[in-house]
């Protein structure tokens, strides 16, 4: 299943809104993961399931979707989100991950 | 706190054998809610995943890897291997073992990650 993530990149400024948008080749019902990386460290989980948060996440984080098409939404960027988001598919094997999108401040 | 950490050689020759060890601590390997899997990410390109082992020794593999890859794990020593043979260039990576949750399959706890570089 390829696993299709857009923009590949983009700057944002500190307190917007942004959205990331992940299409899969084929239906995944809901079996979407969005992790963050920043560089040179391992990516974090984010959210699982399409839209729960794992522990610890802030809630300006939210994420949503079915079939296909899915969203990851940061409702008030914060400094520290500055990073690489991947999606990634756990429907089927291969497990397959976005391209990824890189976010930077504008 | 669960930590994984990926130890084994930095530098490898082409057509030998990559080697790495995942640590566990603070949780159990033999766990019947976990699987542990490897994901690779070569020097500024994405993440691909290799394979993923459950603690009974069932194992699942990336198709574009199989014919190379072996996953083993230990239990008594609360770690799993990764062995990938007949390397090239192409398999230099930051290699990163993780842990899965069995509920879903996607990967809660991952390792720092360790760079293997294919080079002669």
């Known amino acids: 299943i390829r696993m299709t993530q857009s923009p590949s990149s983009f700057s944002a400024s500190t307190g917007n809104r942004v959205t990331i948008t992940c299409r899969a080749s084929?239906?995944?019902?809901?079996?979407l993961a969005w992790y963050q990386q920043k560089p040179g460290k391992a990516p974090k989980l984010l959210i699982y399931a399409v839209s729960t948060l794992q522990s610890g996440v802030p809630s300006r984080f939210s994420g949503s979707g079915s079939g296909t098409d899915f969203t990851l939404t940061i409702s008030c960027l914060q400094s520290e989100d500055f990073a690489t988001y991947y999606c990634q598919q756990y429907y089927n094997y291969p497990y397959t991950f976005g391209q990824g999108t890189k976010l930077e401040i504008k | 706190q669960l930590q994984l950490q990926e130890s084994g050689p930095g530098l490898v020759e082409p057509s030998e054998t990559l080697s790495l060890i995942c640590n566990v601590s603070?949780?159990?390997?033999?766990?019947?809610?976990?699987?542990w899997g490897w994901i690779r990410q070569p020097p500024g390109k994405g993440l691909e995943w290799i394979g993923n082992i459950y603690y009974s020794g069932s194992t699942y593999y990336n198709p574009s890897l199989e014919t190379r890859v072996t996953i083993s794990i230990d239990t008594s020593k609360n770690q799993f291997s990764l062995k990938l043979s007949s390397v090239t260039a192409a398999d230099t990576a930051v290699y990163h073992c993780?842990?899965?949750?069995?509920?879903?399959?996607?990967?809660?706890?991952w390792g720092q990650g360790t760079l293997v570089t294919v080079s002669s």
């Open positions: 993780a842990r899965l949750n069995s509920l879903g399959y996607y990967f809660d706890y």
């Open positions: 603070g949780g159990s390997i033999s766990s019947s809610s976990y699987y």
């Open positions: 084929q239906g995944i019902s809901s079996y």
